[in-house]
């Protein structure tokens, strides 16, 4: 495949990317399943990252409530860990299968400027924009049916028109790193998370509480 015909097919990727994130995050606050007709590996980690990132969204709201008792918060904490390791793996995956789609154009001179922000992490901060935006079209909603055009509703508005013009920016910015990538002007460089702290081989508050047990 030429860099031509390559561009164009990640160019295209991107936007069912945005428009998958999106589609998703509607259908789950509906309820309902959404597949993916033929969901490659890319999309399947696009959507496995973006379920993590809509469950932790609305477990951080729980945990704002005051209302909830300490073992509630507790719980949550628990679940909040376990949910960003799974995230985490999800766009590191992501970063693997852009760089095997990008393969035969990488360029290995260490003369080249790389990027410090890797696809994945590109494509989970996308999917953090697309719940952002949905909620604030949310909040829109709730107050132009409460007829509620006050302050809060010009600060809403104009958040979530910042909202969508970031959105469109970091995506013009990616498809722009990908051009970047292909046309050799820069190379990408992927450094893992390495969390430790749901290790209990590095976190010392995990291996000492084994050792006294």
């Given at each position: 495949m030429g860099s031509a015909d390559l561009k164009e097919k990640l160019c295209i990727l991107v936007d069912k990317i945005v428009y998958t994130q999106a589609t998703l995050t509607r259908k789950w606050h509906k309820n309902i399943d959404f597949l993916v007709d033929n969901a490659d590996l890319v999309i399947q980690n696009v959507i496995n990252n973006h379920f993590m990132n809509f469950k932790l969204w609305h477990i951080e709201d729980v945990t704002r409530n005051l209302d909830i008792s300490d073992k509630h918060i507790a719980d949550c904490k628990r679940e909040i860990d376990f949910l960003n390791k799974q995230r985490t793996e999800f766009y590191e995956q992501i970063d693997d299968n852009f760089i095997l789609l990008l393969k035969d154009f990488i360029v290995n001179d260490s003369s080249i400027p790389f990027n410090t922000e890797s696809i994945g992490s590109i494509i989970d901060r996308l999917s953090i924009l697309s719940l952002k935006i949905y909620h604030m079209n949310a909040e829109k909603k709730r107050r132009t049916l409460a007829k509620s055009k006050d302050n809060d509703y010009k600060m809403?508005?104009?958040?979530?028109?910042?909202?969508?013009?970031?959105?469109?920016?970091?995506?013009?910015?990616?498809?722009?790193?990908?051009?970047?990538?292909?046309?050799?002007?820069?190379?990408?460089?992927?450094?893992?998370?390495?969390?430790?702290?749901?290790?209990?081989?590095?976190?010392?508050?995990l291996y000492n509480q084994n050792s006294n047990m």
């Open positions: 809403i508005v104009d958040r979530l028109n910042k909202l969508n013009q970031q959105q469109k920016d970091l995506v013009s910015a990616f498809k722009n790193l990908i051009t970047e990538y292909i046309n050799g002007t820069k190379r990408p460089i992927v450094y893992k998370q390495l969390k430790m702290y749901n290790d209990k081989n590095l976190n010392p508050e």
